[in-house]
T-cell receptor
């Protein structure tokens, strides 16, 4: 089955630690996105990538980093510089490298700082 | 600045009733308006989408009404069922753009 796989489903981070969230897609999509979801705030864009080895900051990129070494993979690192990382993180992809098409989402990773 | 404004934040509807969620946008360059449905602990999934060349699109019990002059669009869920209980997000994007702009979401509860 084609789709987007995010792992892990739940992740716990200690203060001062960096953690990496995995996102893999087998849809052969060009563009990939990372969103953060907080109650009452909808989906906020962290980073996006339209092609391999290129990515752009979204609205809330501070404290996060990404890489796009392969078309299928777009991992997100939550660094210790992110002051409030507890949230639900969603990875998405689109067929074309522009917005007028369906976005497919993974099942999300819930990150909690302990 | 919120590019897409969504209301209400939460909605409770009786089974069999009509659920209506509204969204408004500012950027007239937007030309793709999808609605996503999200169940707890899951990622959003596309429910229905519309382009501004039509004023209405219907798929089963779900209808999008689009008012280009008012820069508003809404989701109507007819004969609402308990299984429709979820969070609904509207969004907007441009064909030539590179990201989606999401509303803040509406939590729908359909009571039996």
């Amino acid at each position: 089955d084609g789709g987007i796989t995010q792992s892990p489903k739940y992740l716990f981070r200690k203060e001062g630690q960096n953690v990496t969230l995995s996102c893999e897609q087998n849809l052969n999509h060009d563009a990939m996105y990372w969103y953060r979801q907080d109650p009452g705030q909808g989906l906020r864009l962290i980073y996006y990538s339209q092609i391999v080895n290129d990515f752009q900051k979204g609205d809330i990129a501070e404290g996060y980093s990404v890489s796009r070494e392969k078309k299928e993979s777009f991992p997100l690192t939550v660094t210790s510089a992110q002051k409030n990382p507890t949230a639900f993180y969603l990875c998405a992809s689109t067929d074309m490298a522009w917005g007028g098409t369906e976005a497919f989402f993974g099942q999300g990773t819930r990150l909690t700082v302990v | 600045q919120q590019q897409v404004k969504q209301s209400p934040q939460s909605l409770i509807v009786q089974k069999g009733g009509i659920s209506i969620i509204n969204c408004a946008y500012e950027n007239t360059a937007f030309d793709y308006f999808p609605w996503y449905q999200q169940f707890p602990g899951k990622g959003p999934a596309l429910l229905i989408a519309i382009r501004p060349d039509v004023s209405e699109k219907k798929e089963g019990r779900f209808t999008i009404s689009f008012n280009k002059s008012a820069k508003q669009f809404s989701l109507h869920i007819m004969d609402s069922q308990p299984g429709d209980s979820a969070t609904y997000f509207c969004a907007a994007s441009r064909d030539t753009g590179n990201q989606f702009y999401f509303g803040t979401g509406t939590s729908l509860t359909v009571i039996p």
